[in-house]
């Protein structure tokens, strides 16, 4: 049964980065995309960012240019790195397979942007 542990998110200000990870379990993790998602309070959860087993990425346009996925296939583990973090990237993230079938949801990271 695969799994997914996120990891990383805090408290930062506005213009900070952040890196956040996630370590998944199970087999086959190297043949799925992966993607990470994000849930503010009050909205539906949305993809940020996704890549694919060619390493290619895609990211939504509210953080191109500013967010990048990574992965690691030895260590079943994808990234995120986030920097010029804005108030509206405020959310709990999560990550999961870039569908269309997807994974449990894990119990995500906080990231708070805020002054």
């Known amino acids: 049964q695969v799994q997914f542990v996120e990891s990383g998110g805090g408290l930062v200000q506005p213009g900070g980065s952040l890196s956040l990870s996630c370590a998944a379990s199970?087999?086959?993790?190297?043949?799925?995309?992966m993607a990470w998602y994000r849930q503010a309070p009050g909205k539906q959860r949305e993809r940020v960012a996704t890549i694919y087993r060619s390493g290619s990425t895609n990211y939504a346009d509210s953080v191109k240019g500013r967010f990048t996925i990574s992965r690691d296939n030895s260590k079943n583990t994808v990234y995120l790195q986030m920097n010029s973090l804005k108030p509206e990237d405020t959310a709990v993230y999560y990550c999961n397979r870039g569908g269309p079938q997807f994974g449990p949801w894990g119990q995500g990271t906080q990231v708070t942007v805020s002054s």
């Open positions: 199970g087999n086959g993790f190297s043949i799925f995309a």
